[in-house]
Structure formats: structure tokens, C-alpha cells
């Protein structure tokens, strides 16, 4: 059994900061990929950004520049650190692990439960 486990939502203004985090726990042999996705009311999951085994990054255009995703293997956690924070950012976050939880088995994709961003003043 695998759990991921997201903190650090919450309510900011624009133009605030705030560092997401996702801890995942459980049978774990290896983490592969690992992502960030978020669900603004009313519209479909968009990736924000995602993190390669090896530390490579994409981003979504719109967070490009304000966004920095990074991970702790040691701790097989990633990190979602917002910046410059503007209303639209405002959704639900959802982190995302692509893993085999043995030497044999098959990689699997996993989500956290989500956890709130609002950002308005």
C-alpha cells in the first residue's frame, strides 16, 4: 500500500509565497517521475510540473518563472515552492508519483488527496 500525503495549502495574498509539499509513504522499492497537477472550480486537471528521477523539470507555462519544483529522494518527498502568487493560481493541488513498489513489479501511478490554494486579498 502506498499513500501520498500533501501540506502546505492554504490562503495567501497575490503576491505571496507558498511551499507545497508531498511525502510518500508505504511499499516503495523506487520513485520514478513525480508531478504536480491542480483543479481550478469548474475546469479540468492541468499539469503544473513535474520532476524526473534524475532532477529534470518541466513547467507549465503559466507557472514558469514563479514556480520551482524540486524533491528528497532520501525522503521521497517532493516540493512545490509558489512565488508572485496570483488569483488564478488558486485550485487544488495534487501531487502525483509514478513508482514500483518492487524490484518486479510494475510501475504504478499514485495521487495525494489534494490540498487547498486560494490566493486573494
Known amino acids: 500500500q502506498v499513500q501520498l500525503v500533501e501540506s502546505g495549502g492554504g490562503l495567501e495574498q497575490p503576491g505571496g509565497s507558498l511551499r507545497l509539499s508531498c511525502a510518500a509513504s508505504?511499499?516503495?522499492?523506487?520513485?520514478?517521475?513525480m508531478a504536480w497537477y491542480r483543479q481550478a472550480p469548474g475546469k479540468q486537471r492541468e499539469l503544473v510540473a513535474t520532476?524526473?528521477?534524475?532532477?529534470?523539470?518541466n513547467y507549465a507555462d503559466s507557472v514558469k518563472g514563479r514556480f520551482t519544483i524540486s524533491r528528497d529522494n532520501a525522503k521521497n518527498t517532493v516540493y512545490l515552492q509558489m512565488s508572485s502568487l496570483k488569483p488564478e493560481d488558486t485550485a487544488v493541488y495534487y501531487c502525483?508519483?509514478?513508482?514500483?513498489?518492487?524490484?518486479?513489479?510494475?510501475?504504478?501511478?499514485?495521487w495525494g488527496q489534494g490540498t487547498q490554494v486560494t490566493v486573494s486579498s
Open positions: 502525483n508519483a509514478n513508482l514500483q513498489s518492487s524490484v518486479i513489479g510494475p510501475r504504478m501511478s499514485y
Open positions: 508505504g511499499s516503495i522499492f523506487r520513485i520514478n517521475g
Open positions: 520532476i524526473g528521477s534524475l532532477g529534470t523539470t
